[in-house]
């Protein structure tokens, strides 16, 4: 689809177009990691300055070429096959839905190391986690895993068994639900006396209160 040869490293970022995403630390990664074989997927809306001004970058550090800017996409999967890791270098993150996407398709990920992030990369075993704003720290991640396709494989199936156990559907579903009967449980005694069962609440304006 994208015309690369089974050479090529394919590195991938999907990920709106703003600052806290850091879209420029991927950049200057890349130029750091001086690999001719290597070209970085950005995928995500980029039809604003911020975009604008990292065209300039990856120009001006010289890797324009290896960067491809896809813009808003609605065949992610695809992309995210065509991937040999996955960058989230983002500033500030909750739990990111692009390193999910990525570990229930078996890709591993170089992140950075804040917010829910770690939730989601178990550093060292489904990808690797570096310190924030620090691109030298994500060439040699990088570096560490293109140098190493078995550690690639053996990381991107744990990320996928990790999704399955704890991310899937069914799996979040019964996580929200086990936190809501842990709260009612322990309010219920208050409210309705011990033993009271889970059913005698209602919706009524009363019970909320």
């Not at 990920?15 to 991927?26: I, L, M, S, T």
């Not at 001004?53 to 695809?78: H, K, N, T, W, Y």
């Not at 996955?86 to 996407?101: G, K, N, T, Y």
């Not at 990808?127 to 620090?134: A, N, S, T």
């Amino acid at each position: 689809m994208l015309g690369f040869g089974d050479d090529t490293l394919v590195l991938g970022m999907i990920a709106r177009f703003v600052r806290a995403k850091g879209h420029e630390v991927a950049i200057e990664a890349l130029a750091r990691l001086q690999r001719a074989d290597a070209v970085l997927l950005l995928a995500g809306a980029d039809d604003n300055d911020y975009a604008d001004a990292m065209r300039r970058l990856a120009a001006e550090r010289g890797v324009a070429g290896q960067i491809r800017f896809l813009g808003e996409r609605s065949d992610v999967p695809r992309l995210l096959a065509a991937c040999d890791l996955v960058l989230a270098p983002s500033h500030r993150e909750a739990l990111s839905l692009s390193l999910l996407e990525a570990a229930a398709m078996g890709v591993p990920a170089v992140a950075s190391r804040v917010g829910g992030i770690p939730e989601a990369v178990e550093d060292g075993v489904t990808g690797l986690l570096v310190p924030d704003r620090d691109p030298a720290a994500f060439a040699a991640a990088i570096a560490r895993l293109a140098d190493d396709p078995a550690a690639r494989r053996q990381m991107g199936a744990a990320a996928r068994q990790r999704f399955l156990l704890r991310f899937a559907r069914e799996r979040m579903r019964e996580a929200v639900e086990s936190v809501y009967r842990e709260v009612l449980d322990a309010h219920a005694p208050r409210r309705l006396g011990a033993g009271a069962p889970l059913a005698t609440y209602s919706s009524s304006p009363i019970s909320r209160r």
